[in-house]
């Protein structure tokens, strides 16, 4: 028998902006093979993360993912939904409504975030009561003076591909101490559990390095980049159609619900929705062909191929959830006229 370390991942009840939530329960098992079948529901108490009353306080874990620990022995990373005491889904639980059982709809999450100095409260490469030389140069950049925290980066990356995550890439972003990771996956429910696991592991490696990271989606004011979680995403109609009309139908159908979409896309996303710095105003919708200006991007890929492939969706913010977000553009692209 081997001591098996299983760490139970959930979202909490905080609104607008709910937040990783973990705690370790530690079995016997013999010849664990890592699956879901072998794992069990557990509980907590939800009147300490806003999700029940003291009166009542017990809510349930549902495992949905598991992944082994990289940086654990006999450690296994498992990414839960939160239930009710009867065993239906909190209204916290975003994931359970989402409209993807056939996993039809793939999802590539570009998350871009701050690494924050404990110490300074600054993003690296800030000194302190000044700023850094202006943005341009920090964007894909190599050497001291511009790169700031790639160590971090590099553990990080290192620590979801050995955990199995489908992670793509990693690249510095376009202010200083900004950083990008990609993630990509089949299954609308898969891809908002991947972001949720390596946002997870990039949090808890911060503990060792002395940074913290901010999802804000505009943490430094004035001429600086803001951070957003750029979601691309298509479906086998967007993947196969080969016709300009049937994507055009499918993007208009996201402006009647422009609010809806922008209401699960982040909280204070107005401060980056400015129309500025490769922004969409938050008060319009658009779409148009390579145009990282526009609320939605139609890959220049995707016309060469003769209009099969995937749409970019570039309003949402780097704190939004996955899952919200997921969820919306599923409903959206369903209810197209095509």
């Known amino acids: 028998m081997a001591k098996i370390k299983l760490e139970y991942l959930?979202?909490?009840?905080?609104?607008?902006?709910?937040n990783l939530r973990s705690k370790t329960k530690v079995e016997e098992h013999e010849n664990f093979k890592g699956t879901l079948e072998e794992l069990g529901n557990w509980s907590f108490d939800g009147s300490s993360t806003q999700q029940a009353e003291g009166g009542s306080s017990d809510c349930l874990l549902k495992p949905v993912a598991i992944y082994p620990d990289p940086a654990r022995i006999n450690g296994y990373l498992v990414m839960t939904e939160v239930l009710n005491a009867d065993g239906t889904p909190h209204e916290s639980n975003a994931r359970a409504t989402i409209d993807d059982n056939d996993n039809d709809f793939w999802f590539g999450f570009e998350q871009e975030y701050f690494i924050m100095d404990t110490h300074t409260q600054l993003p690296l490469g800030f000194p302190i009561g000044g700023y850094p030389g202006p943005q341009g140069m920090y964007y894909c950049s190599v050497g001291g003076k511009n790169t700031h925290g790639r160590d971090f980066v590099e553990e990080h990356a290192n620590l979801c591909?050995?955990?199995?995550l489908n992670f793509e890439g990693i690249?510095?972003?376009?202010?200083?101490?900004?950083?990008?990771?990609q993630l990509f996956a089949k299954g609308a429910k898969k891809a908002g559990d991947e972001i949720w696991v390596a946002r997870y592991l990039l949090d808890r490696l911060t503990e060792k390095y002395g940074y913290y990271i901010e999802y804000h989606p505009k943490p430094v004011k004035g001429d600086w980049n803001g951070s957003g979680m750029h979601a691309n995403f298509s479906n086998t109609t967007l993947r196969t159609c080969g016709s300009q009309e049937v994507y055009e139908k499918i993007c208009e159908a996201f402006r009647p619900v422009t609010k809806e979409h922008i209401e699960v896309y982040g909280e204070f996303n107005d401060q980056r929705l400015t129309g500025l710095h490769e922004t969409a105003s938050i008060n319009d919708f658009s779409y148009g062909i390579s145009d990282r200006g526009a609320s939605i991007r139609i890959p220049i890929i995707t016309v060469e191929k003769g209009w099969k492939g995937w749409l970019e969706d570039r309003r949402p913010a780097s704190n939004g959830d996955p899952y919200k977000?997921?969820?919306?553009?599923?409903?959206t692209v369903k209810s197209a006229n095509i």
Not at 10 to 18: A, E, R, V
Not at 171 to 181: K, R
Not at 325 to 331: L, W, Y
């Open 10 to 18: 959930w979202l909490d009840g905080y609104k607008p902006t709910q």
């Open 161 to 164: 591909i050995d955990a199995g």
């Open 171 to 181: 690249n510095q972003e376009v202010a200083s101490g900004q950083w990008e990771f």
């Open 325 to 331: 977000i997921a969820g919306r553009i599923v409903t």
